[in-house]
């Protein structure tokens, strides 16, 4: 059962150790915590890491590549998008309080399917009501 569903943002911000990133780390390091990550925020932290390599040596995007791999591998479980979590998505992105990315909604709607606590760097005020979240 999944205790957390971290957004791509999360990730990020643990993989650049932005502000949030200790937090971040001690969930990853928790035992007792079962961390996912949507399969659409797997696909954007992928990108985003590769991309950033983008033109370096070999050896940097090798060390990228394992770092993807680690997060996909061994520390996020990854949730496939089902019908239902698309139809949760689709409520949440109908709501008028405010404006979330397709991704955004994607892993709100596991969070809350999966009565787990959203862990992300920000959301629009007003958009998670009724769901538990942690803001890094």
Avoid at 17 to 25: P, R, V, Y
Avoid at 61 to 87: G, H, I, K, S, W
């Amino acid at each position: 059962m999944l205790t957390h569903v971290f957004d791509t943002s999360a990730v990020l911000a643990h993989f650049y150790q932005e502000s949030g990133a200790e937090t971040a780390n001690a969930l990853l390091t928790d035992t007792h915590a079962h961390i996912g990550i949507t399969a659409v925020s797997l696909l954007e932290l992928r990108s985003t890491i590769l991309r950033s390599v983008v033109g370096a040596s070999p050896e940097l995007r090798r060390n990228a590549e394992a770092a993807y791999r680690l997060y996909a591998d061994e520390l996020l479980e990854t949730v496939p998008v089902t019908r239902p979590l698309v139809e949760e998505a689709a409520r949440l992105l109908d709501d008028p309080k405010g404006p979330l990315t397709e991704s955004q909604a994607v892993s709100a709607a596991a969070a809350r399917l999966h009565d787990a606590i959203l862990v992300h760097t920000s959301y629009p005020p007003g958009t998670l009501n009724g769901l538990r979240s942690l803001q890094l």
